[in-house]
């Protein structure tokens, strides 16, 4: 299996990247967010998926690991495809997909070309609890907000407090400071519990 591989770019369109690697020609569909990222390059190293089928061997390439664990998650959902998973890698970059699963906004996904209300709940409800592991050893990040209440949620709940107070108390103060760091957060919380 292909780990990366890395060459001159040959040709470069929105929906693949030829990499010239030794003299063999790789062609590698991307999505339009690896796209973006092969502009203005004459080399590149993509990150590779192969999708082996009878009637095709087709590899898809990311610009990063990132990118490819997420269409990896996406590609298990029943009933998506590689290529379907690509458009939703080409519609939303791989930060808004995955805060669009974990906020299960379903209007978000549903939006993507190809993906009916049914499709997009069965994404959310498959990758809900799957898309904040851990993945390649990182944990991938939630934005900032949800990052920030979930830190200050789990230190307030350390220090002796009640989960569900302690979880509206912090609700309420990002709905007032919505860019507070965790330190605010819990002096905020401590006052107000």
Do not use: C, H, W
Not at 98 to 120: H, M, P, R
Not at 131 to 137: H, L, M, P, R, S
Not at 164 to 169: D, L
């Amino acid at each position: 299996m292909y780990e990366f591989i890395s060459g001159k770019i040959a040709q470069t369109t929105p929906a693949y990247v030829v990499l010239e690697n030794n003299g063999i020609g790789y062609l590698i569909n991307i999505s339009l967010n690896t796209y973006e990222a092969l502009k203005g390059k004459n080399e590149s190293s993509l990150y590779i998926y192969e999708n082996i089928r009878e009637d095709a061997y087709i590899l898809y390439g990311f610009s990063s690991t990132r990118e490819r664990e997420i269409f990896q998650l996406l590609i298990s959902v029943s009933g998506i495809g590689a290529n379907t998973a690509r458009m939703m890698l080409s519609s939303m970059t791989p930060d808004e997909l995955q805060a669009a699963i974990a906020t299960e906004n379903v209007n978000q996904i549903k939006s993507i070309k190809g993906i009916g209300l049914k499709t997009a709940q069965r994404v959310i409800v498959e990758l809900k609890d799957k898309i904040g592991k851990t993945t390649g050893g990182q944990k991938l990040p939630v934005p900032e907000d949800n990052t920030n209440a979930e830190e200050a949620l789990s230190a307030l709940v350390m220090l002796g407090f009640s989960k569900g107070p302690s979880q509206k108390v912090v609700d309420k103060i990002l709905r007032e400071k919505p860019g507070s760091k965790v330190e605010e957060i819990i002096k905020l919380a401590l006052k107000m519990l």
